[in-house]
C-alpha cells in the first residue's frame, strides 16, 4: 500500500494509483473519446483564431448543455415530438428457470409507479415523464431551412456549370468544371451499409426480429428491416441505401459486455430515436448534414512535406473552398444542439421505460467504465489475437479490470464530462436524469436464443477486426 502525496490517504497500487479521497491522479490516462469535439478540433494547418473560436463554442454548448439538463431533471417536464404507445398486449411475468422461454421475447410485470430507489443507492424524486409534443421552434425552423439549401446546391451549381460551358469562353471553363464537381459533391447520397459487418434478415435470426419488433412497438419505431453484426464499440438505427431500408447495428464488443437487460436498454434506446423528434434522423435534415460531412473530408487540407509544391496549392485551394462548408456544419449543429440533446434524454427515457430504469442506468455507467476496457483491448490486442478466441479474450480482459478502477473512471467521467459524442450530453448528465425515472420494472426480456443466433456472425467479424487491426499497423 501507498500513501497519496496530497492528503496521505491510503491508494492501491495496479491500475493507475489514485486517492478516493481528494480525487489525486483521478484524471491520469482517461480516454476521452476522440469523436466527443472532432467538428470543433482545431486542424494543425489552421490559425489559432479557429481554436479559439472553437473554445467559445464549446462554452455555449456546455451552458446550453446545463440548462436544458436543469429544466428536464427540475419541474420541466421532457416532451417529444409524438407520445409514446400505449402497450400493445398484457403484461406476464419474465422467463424464470422452469419456464423454458419461447422464441419472441417476453414481456415484463406492469410499470409501477410509486417512487423509485436509483441505481446510486440514494433515493431520489421521482420525474413524470411527459408525452406532450412541443411546437416546432425556431432553431428547428432554421435547420430545416438550411438542409433545404444544402440540398439546393447540387442543382444549383449543375445548372450553373451547364451554363458556363454553353458560353464557349476559355476561362469559364474552369469554374465551369469546379461548379460541376461541386454539384456531384452535393448530391444527395443514401447512407451505406455499414462497412465489415454481416447481414441478417428476419429469416436468419428470428428471435432476434421478434425482440426488436416487440421493443418498436414500444417506442414507437418503424418495423426493422435489416440487422447489421459489427466489430464497433457502438449501436444505431438508421436507415441505409436507397430505399431506406431500416438497419440496426449490433457492436458485437459492446453487446459482448452488457447484461441480456443492458441490451435490451441499448436497443430501445437506438430504435427510440426514429419516433423521438431527433431532427439529426430526418430524410431532409439527416440527409443534408450526411452531405456536407462528405464534402468537408474531400476539402480537408491533406499535405505532407514532400508531396510537392503544386499539390500543396492545390490541397490550400480545396480547403480555402470548404471553409463555408465548415461554416454550414458549424451553424446546423449549433441550430440543432439543444434538440439532439433533448432527444438523448428522451431516447434514454424510452430505454428506461423498456428495459426498466436500473438496466438504463447501468448501460450507462457501462459506457464509461468497461466499453473503455473493451476499446483498448480491440486497439491493443486484435491484432494478434486468433478469430475464434477474439470474444472470449475480450470479456476476460474486460473482467480482470478492478472495481477500483471502474470507480476511477466513473469519477474522471464526471469531471471530464465524458459524453458519446458531442451531440451526446454529459454520460454522468443522462445517469442523473435516468436515475429520476420511476421504471423499475422492465416491460421486455431477451431470451437466450436471440444470443444463439448472434454466435455464427459473430465469429465472422472477429476475423474482420482481426484484419482490419492488423491493416492499421501499417497505415
Given at each position: 500500500?501507498?500513501?497519496?502525496?496530497?492528503?496521505?490517504?491510503?491508494?492501491?497500487?495496479?491500475?493507475?494509483?489514485?486517492?478516493?479521497?481528494?480525487?489525486?491522479?483521478?484524471?491520469?490516462?482517461?480516454?476521452?473519446?476522440?469523436?466527443?469535439?472532432?467538428?470543433?478540433?482545431?486542424?494543425?494547418?489552421?490559425?489559432?483564431?479557429?481554436?479559439?473560436?472553437?473554445?467559445?463554442?464549446?462554452?455555449?454548448?456546455?451552458?446550453?448543455?446545463?440548462?436544458?439538463?436543469?429544466?428536464?431533471?427540475?419541474?420541466?417536464?421532457?416532451?417529444?415530438?409524438?407520445?409514446?404507445?400505449?402497450?400493445?398486449?398484457?403484461?406476464?411475468?419474465?422467463?424464470?428457470?422452469?419456464?423454458?422461454?419461447?422464441?419472441?421475447?417476453?414481456?415484463?410485470?406492469?410499470?409501477?409507479?410509486?417512487?423509485?430507489?436509483?441505481?446510486?443507492?440514494?433515493?431520489?424524486?421521482?420525474?413524470?415523464?411527459?408525452?406532450?409534443?412541443?411546437?416546432?421552434?425556431?432553431?428547428?425552423?432554421?435547420?430545416?431551412?438550411?438542409?433545404?439549401?444544402?440540398?439546393?446546391?447540387?442543382?444549383?451549381?449543375?445548372?450553373?456549370?451547364?451554363?458556363?460551358?454553353?458560353?464557349?469562353?476559355?476561362?469559364?471553363?474552369?469554374?465551369?468544371?469546379?461548379?460541376?464537381?461541386?454539384?456531384?459533391?452535393?448530391?444527395?447520397?443514401?447512407?451505406?451499409?455499414?462497412?465489415?459487418?454481416?447481414?441478417?434478415?428476419?429469416?436468419?435470426?428470428?428471435?432476434?426480429?421478434?425482440?426488436?419488433?416487440?421493443?418498436?412497438?414500444?417506442?414507437?419505431?418503424?418495423?426493422?428491416?435489416?440487422?447489421?453484426?459489427?466489430?464497433?464499440?457502438?449501436?444505431?438505427?438508421?436507415?441505409?441505401?436507397?430505399?431506406?431500408?431500416?438497419?440496426?447495428?449490433?457492436?458485437?464488443?459492446?453487446?459482448?459486455?452488457?447484461?441480456?437487460?443492458?441490451?435490451?436498454?441499448?436497443?430501445?434506446?437506438?430504435?427510440?430515436?426514429?419516433?423521438?423528434?431527433?431532427?439529426?434522423?430526418?430524410?431532409?435534415?439527416?440527409?443534408?448534414?450526411?452531405?456536407?460531412?462528405?464534402?468537408?473530408?474531400?476539402?480537408?487540407?491533406?499535405?505532407?512535406?514532400?508531396?510537392?509544391?503544386?499539390?500543396?496549392?492545390?490541397?490550400?485551394?480545396?480547403?480555402?473552398?470548404?471553409?463555408?462548408?465548415?461554416?454550414?456544419?458549424?451553424?446546423?449543429?449549433?441550430?440543432?444542439?439543444?434538440?439532439?440533446?433533448?432527444?438523448?434524454?428522451?431516447?434514454?427515457?424510452?430505454?428506461?421505460?423498456?428495459?426498466?430504469?436500473?438496466?438504463?442506468?447501468?448501460?450507462?455507467?457501462?459506457?464509461?467504465?468497461?466499453?473503455?476496457?473493451?476499446?483498448?483491448?480491440?486497439?491493443?490486442?486484435?491484432?494478434?489475437?486468433?478469430?475464434?478466441?477474439?470474444?472470449?479474450?475480450?470479456?476476460?480482459?474486460?473482467?480482470?479490470?478492478?472495481?477500483?478502477?471502474?470507480?476511477?473512471?466513473?469519477?474522471a467521467a464526471r469531471l471530464e464530462e465524458l459524453r458519446v459524442d458531442q451531440t451526446h450530453p454529459a454520460t454522468y448528465l443522462r445517469m442523473e436524469w435516468v436515475a429520476l425515472l420511476a421504471?423499475?420494472?422492465?416491460?421486455?426480456?431477451?431470451?437466450?436464443?436471440?444470443?444463439?443466433?448472434?454466435?455464427?456472425?459473430?465469429?465472422?467479424?472477429?476475423?474482420?477486426?482481426?484484419?482490419?487491426?492488423?491493416?492499421?499497423?501499417?497505415?
Open positions: 500500500m501507498s500513501t497519496c502525496p496530497e492528503c496521505g490517504h491510503s491508494v492501491k497500487p495496479g491500475f493507475p494509483a489514485w486517492c478516493p479521497a481528494c480525487d489525486w491522479n483521478v484524471l491520469r490516462d482517461v480516454s476521452r473519446d476522440a469523436s466527443q469535439d472532432a467538428s470543433l478540433a482545431r486542424p494543425s494547418h489552421l490559425p489559432v483564431r479557429v481554436s479559439r473560436m472553437s473554445a467559445l463554442v464549446s462554452r455555449f454548448q456546455a451552458r446550453l448543455v446545463r440548462d436544458l439538463h436543469t429544466s428536464i431533471t427540475g419541474p420541466h417536464r421532457l416532451t417529444t415530438e409524438s407520445p409514446a404507445p400505449a402497450p400493445q398486449s398484457p403484461a406476464v411475468a419474465p422467463p424464470s428457470a422452469e419456464s423454458p422461454t419461447a422464441e419472441s421475447p417476453i414481456v415484463g410485470p406492469p410499470l409501477v409507479a410509486p417512487a423509485f430507489t436509483s441505481p446510486l443507492n440514494a433515493p431520489l424524486p421521482v420525474a413524470t415523464p411527459p408525452f406532450a409534443a412541443p411546437s416546432a421552434g425556431s432553431a428547428r425552423v432554421a435547420s430545416l431551412a438550411l438542409a433545404w439549401l444544402v440540398h439546393l446546391l447540387a442543382p444549383a451549381f449543375l445548372l450553373l456549370g451547364l451554363y458556363l460551358l454553353t458560353r464557349w469562353t476559355l476561362f469559364l471553363i474552369l469554374p465551369a468544371i469546379v461548379a460541376l464537381d461541386l454539384a456531384w459533391l452535393l448530391r444527395p447520397r443514401p447512407v451505406p451499409f455499414p462497412q465489415g459487418a454481416e447481414r441478417l434478415t428476419r429469416d436468419d435470426a428470428p428471435s432476434l426480429f421478434a425482440l426488436l419488433d416487440r421493443i418498436g412497438a414500444e417506442v414507437g419505431a418503424p418495423r426493422t428491416d435489416v440487422v447489421a453484426v459489427s466489430g464497433a464499440v457502438n449501436a444505431s438505427f438508421r436507415t441505409y441505401g436507397r430505399r431506406r431500408r431500416r438497419l440496426v447495428e449490433i457492436g458485437y464488443p459492446l453487446w459482448l459486455i452488457l447484461t441480456p437487460q443492458e441490451r435490451v436498454a441499448l436497443l430501445a434506446h437506438e430504435m427510440a430515436h426514429s419516433s423521438n423528434g431527433d431532427g439529426r434522423h430526418g430524410l431532409v435534415v439527416g440527409g443534408a448534414l450526411h452531405s456536407l460531412h462528405v464534402l468537408r473530408d474531400v476539402t480537408r487540407f491533406d499535405w505532407e512535406s514532400g508531396d510537392g509544391v503544386a499539390r500543396f496549392f492545390a490541397e490550400t485551394l480545396l480547403a480555402v473552398l470548404g471553409l463555408p462548408v465548415r461554416g454550414l456544419i458549424l451553424v446546423m449543429e449549433l441550430l440543432l444542439y439543444r434538440s439532439s440533446q433533448r432527444a438523448e434524454y428522451r431516447a434514454d427515457e424510452m430505454g428506461a421505460r423498456v428495459a426498466g430504469a436500473p438496466a438504463m442506468h447501468s448501460l450507462l455507467d457501462g459506457l464509461v467504465t468497461r466499453a473503455i476496457s473493451a476499446a483498448r483491448f480491440l486497439g491493443t490486442s486484435a491484432h494478434f489475437r486468433k478469430p475464434e478466441d477474439m470474444w472470449a479474450s475480450l470479456r476476460a480482459a474486460v473482467n480482470e479490470v478492478p472495481d477500483s478502477e471502474y470507480e476511477r473512471r466513473r469519477r421504471y423499475p420494472e422492465a416491460r421486455v426480456h431477451m431470451t437466450e436464443a436471440v444470443e444463439h443466433e448472434l454466435e455464427a456472425p459473430a465469429a465472422r467479424v472477429a476475423g474482420t477486426v482481426r484484419e482490419n487491426a492488423q491493416s492499421a499497423l501499417y497505415h
